[in-house]
């Protein structure tokens, strides 16, 4: 896909190698049915406690991640697969802005830092997104291009 998902992949194959990650951050609660636009704060995060600007880059990331997947795989239909094309726009939309808003080049060895953390949440969320794809591939691949016009818009993490 984009240099996001080699850029996460990357970081999953150093933190298997021995570079581990954090454990103290839980999963961001549920797995949204579709894109939410905000992401949630972790749930180690008490209310009022500030989270910091790579944290939400990451939350963002994989609560869009996960939306997208969790579009993908229900796609059965015409409707749904339209659907599922309009939450990729949504959540490209949604992490082109956190990546404007995170301001910094968000590339190389900062990514990896911001995302290694939540590196297993990230290939859970990366899976759900190459099943929903070879899904549709196979069972319906008329609407493999519609939905692969909205893929190809996502940002890319270089």
Not at 15 to 39: F, N, R, W
Not at 102 to 114: K, R, T, V, W
Not at 132 to 157: W, Y
């Amino acid at each position: 896909m984009r240099t996001y998902f080699a850029t996460v992949i990357i970081a999953s194959a150093l933190g298997l190698a021995g570079c581990g990650g954090k454990k103290d951050e839980p999963p961001v609660g549920g797995t949204p049915a579709e894109s939410s636009g905000q992401a949630e704060a972790p749930k180690s995060s008490p209310a009022g406690i500030a989270v910091t600007k790579e944290q939400k880059v990451a939350n963002t990331y994989l609560a869009e991640l996960t939306a997208i997947g969790d579009a993908l795989t229900s796609v059965t239909d015409d409707a749904s697969a339209q659907k599922a094309a309009q939450t990729i726009a949504l959540a490209s939309q949604t992490m082109e802005a956190a990546k404007a808003e995170f301001g910094d080049e968000l590339s190389g060895p900062q990514a990896i830092a911001i995302f290694m953390p939540r590196q297993q949440e990230f290939i859970a969320a990366q899976q759900k997104i190459s099943t929903g794809m070879t899904q549709i591939a196979t069972s319906h691949p008329e609407f493999l291009q519609m939905i692969s016009e909205e893929m190809k818009n996502m940002p890319a993490v270089n």
